[in-house]
């Protein structure tokens, strides 16, 4: 903290579950919303646990798959906005 301060930088405490800033919470949003849409019943699978694990992991990467490149750019390209639009935002930061 002290070498942070000494060379002039400055620290924002962010609440420890801040989608806005942790893009791969958006990610995680679009696959277990294609899972709903392409998986209905997948959380309703039985029998042995690396079957249902196997499964599982197919149905993820398949979903994977189908999240267009655009969505990953987009967030990148959006995160100086969203730190920008954060930092303005009153009462939820601590400068050190």
């Keep these: ?51 249902v694990k196997k499964t599982i992991e197919e149905a993820i990467t398949h979903c994977w798959e189908l999240l267009d490149s655009k969505v990953f750019h987009t967030l990148a390209g959006s995160m100086v906005d969203r730190i920008e639009a954060i930092i ?4 939820w930061y601590t400068k050190y």
């Design 1 to 51: 903290m002290r070498w942070l301060r000494e060379h002039g930088i400055t620290l924002l405490e962010i609440p420890p579950y801040s989608p806005d800033l942790n893009p791969i919470e958006n990610i995680w949003s679009l696959i277990k919303d294609k899972l709903s849409k392409h998986y209905p019943n997948l959380h309703l699978m039985n029998g042995p646990e690396h079957v």
């Design 88 to 91: 303005k935002a009153d009462g």
